[in-house]
């Protein structure tokens, strides 16, 4: 069971969190977040098909980190990059060769250009470093959001937009009809295991215990967020617990979720 337990640090997380959110709630058009999803890009198809642990949220997180790092870079000096990207690395406790040991002396116009040719190359070998540290904040920035089930619908209705422009004759492996996602085979069990946990083992509806710790003969539905006769899609994303009744009301035309969530105390 240890190996589902990993160590986070979340101090770089929590401000790209922050950004994601109101760049999906508030500038989704102004961002043009649709192109971020492509119906010919094959990972895509595989993910709206089948569950995927490498989720639309996880690709979604890693080309925000790296175009928001672009804009960084871009609008700041050599000196603020450096000091950004080590306070990253030694936050994640990378070990990195200082970088005064690279810099050059600036008493002449020569040697000032030669020292910033060395903080450029210096620069180029934080960002090798860097690399696995960019992806354990998407996955600390994914373990965040995964929780939220308002930013989950949200983002979902982008892919939807998607989705619902798909054609069968373009996609008829996946595609049930024009703008409807075929069903999923089967839904994995880590996939439940984790939607279990999230959820609480609780309609998220009616708060309904569905662990059989408290009643026996409840009956787990493992729900598509935005039905598929919606756009909806068969990303980890997607998916949420809820009990029979309310499941079954959808009737797959309805979107059925709630911002309720237990309080520790």
């Known amino acids: 069971m240890m ?17 994601i959110y109101e760049t999906v709630f ?13 119906p010919e890009d094959g990972a895509f198809r595989l993910r709206i098909s089948k569950p995927q642990k ?3 949220l996880h690709d979604f997180l890693r080309v925000r980190l790296k175009l928001d790092y672009e804009y960084f870079e871009d609008k700041v000096g050599y000196s603020e990059i450096i000091d950004e990207y080590e306070k990253i690395l030694n936050t994640y406790h990378v070990p990195f060769l200082p970088s005064k040991e690279f810099e050059g002396s600036v008493n002449d116009d020569g040697l000032l250009k030669e020292c910033e040719d060395t903080k450029f190359n210096y620069i180029q070998n934080l960002k090798q470093l860097l690399i696995p540290i960019f992806e354990q904040i998407v996955q600390e920035s994914f373990t ?11 983002f979902n209705e982008i892919v939807a937009s998607i ?3 798909m054609r069968k004759y373009d996609y008829p492996e996946i595609m049930k009809r024009d703008g409807v996602v075929k069903r999923a085979t089967y839904i994995p069990r880590w996939l439940k295991d984790a939607i279990f946990h999230r959820d609480k083992g609780k309609c998220q509806v009616c708060g309904r215990d569905l662990s059989g710790l408290m009643f026996l003969g409840e009956e787990i539905h493992y729900d598509h967020v935005i039905p598929l006769n919606l756009g909806g899609n068969n990303d980890p994303t997607n998916f ?18 709630s911002e309720r969530y237990q309080t520790y105390w």
């Open 3 to 19: 190996e589902s337990f990993k160590e986070f640090k979340y101090r770089f997380t929590y401000p790209n969190v922050s950004f």
């Open 240 to 257: 949420q617990l809820l009990c029979k009744e309310h499941n079954l009301s959808k009737s797959g035309t309805q979107i059925i979720t």
């Open 54 to 56: 490498d989720t639309l």
């Open 144 to 154: 965040i959001l995964f929780g939220d089930r308002m930013f989950l619908l949200k």
């Open 163 to 165: 989705t619902k422009k």
């Open 26 to 38: 508030d500038r989704a058009e102004e961002e043009y977040l649709e192109d971020y999803f492509d």
